[in-house]
Each structure stands twice: as C-alpha cells, then as structure tokens.
C-alpha cells in the first residue's frame, strides 16, 4: 500500500514565476485535499475533492492559486506570479469518503522557496 | 476559528506522562489528532466522534467532550519516539469535510 505522494519535493523559484505542484493519493481514495503549512504553525485547509469535483475552496485562497483534479486521480496545484507570501511546504492528503470517518493521509509535501 | 492547543510546548523524561488539550470556540463534529516530526508529513493517530473515545494504539489515548467543545491527548509513559508536534484537526459541525488545525504542541522526550 502506497502512500501519497508529491512531486517536487522542494521548488525554487523567482518572484512572479508560476509553479505546479503534483499529487497523487493512495489508489483508493476518493477524497483528495490540499493544505498549506508555514513554520511553526499547523496545516492550512486550501481545496478538496471528491472523485474529480472540486467541493470546496478556501476564502482565503486568491485566484492566483487553482487546483485540478481531472480523472478524480492525481490532482495538480498550480500558483500563478508566484508572491514572497507564498513560501511555505504545501501539503496533499487523501482519504476516504465516509462522513468524517476517515483519517486523512497526508504526502511528504513540497516546500516552495520563493526569491 | 482555529482550534487553540495546550500547553504550547512540553518538555518530558522518558516514561513520564503528558497531556495535551485542544478548545474549540465552534460546535464540533469530530477531533482528529495528529503527529509531526521536523521536516515530515503529519502522521495520524486517531479520530474521535460525538465525544467517544477511542485508543488509538501504542499507549496513546483519547477523549472529547463535545459539549465543552474540548478534546484531550493522553501520552503515558512517553518513549523517546512520541517526541513531535501535535495537532488537533477538528471537523466543525455545517463544514465538514475538512480540517482545521490547532496551534500545536511541541512535544520533546528525553532519556
């Protein structure tokens, strides 16, 4: 049994560049979510989905940032004139559907650097 | 909104025992706990519904009491591998589906 798995595990980048981010979840799983965690601090919701709907969106989430997942498998991340703001390790979790159930299993993430 | 975790840090010899509390200022649905070494993904420890309880394994444990909006970690006799951040993801009763994560706690173990 695999686990989640992200692709890059680190990107650098310069100020203004775009950068996209890959997941791909443990097989089974339908549900698919997107975190974003800065130093010190603990996961921060961002996007889920369930198969290839994207159910949610953080409010705090500005259109420079947009999620796919298009054959409810792996899904990519993608940042747009990528900002300072936006160095921190983003997180992928998947899991399955069941009302809250289900634990979320979260990838090794990839930390952006942003110059 | 976010959950707020207590203490912030800990400091513990091996063996000794800790306590972990995670407070919500919204009605929960459910509590997941979590572990995360530096530099690692959060691994999963256990869940808690409509204030079960449930042991999630090795000797770690939990409670929740949903009309306080409260949910407790119990670490016993802590080994040098508990060492972590611990964080508290709480489903919020009308939006679930996602986490939202506490302010964690530093949790060092030594010999």
């Known amino acids: 049994d695999t686990g989640v798995s992200q692709d890059p595990r680190h990107k650098i980048t310069k100020r203004g560049q775009n950068v996209t981010f890959r997941c791909d979840p443990i097989?089974?799983?339908?549900?698919l979510y997107w975190y974003r965690q800065t130093l010190g601090q603990g996961p921060e919701f961002l996007t889920y989905?369930?198969?290839?709907?994207?159910?949610?969106k953080s409010r705090l989430l500005s259109d420079r940032f947009s999620a796919e997942r298009p054959k409810g498998s792996f899904s990519t991340l993608e940042i747009q004139r990528t900002e300072q703001g936006d160095s921190a390790m983003y997180l992928c979790a998947s899991s399955l559907e069941d009302g809250g159930r289900q634990p979320q299993h979260f990838g090794d993430g990839t930390r952006l650097s942003i110059l | 909104q976010q959950p707020v975790q207590s203490p912030q840090a800990v400091i513990l010899r091996e063996g000794e025992d800790a306590v972990i509390n995670c407070s919500s200022s919204k009605a929960l649905y459910s509590v997941h706990w979590y572990r995360q070494k530096h530099g690692e993904a959060p691994v999963f420890l256990m869940i808690l519904l409509k204030g079960g309880e449930q042991k999630g394994h090795e000797k770690i444990s939990a409670s929740f009491n949903e009309k306080k909006q409260q949910s407790s970690l119990y670490l016993t006799a802590s080994q040098l591998s508990y060492s972590g951040t611990y964080f508290c993801g709480t489903e919020i009763r009308g939006a679930t589906n996602k986490l939202i994560f506490g302010t964690g706690t530093l949790l060092a173990v030594q010999p």
């Open positions: 097989s089974e799983h339908n549900r």
């Open positions: 989905f369930q198969n290839e709907a994207q159910l949610e």
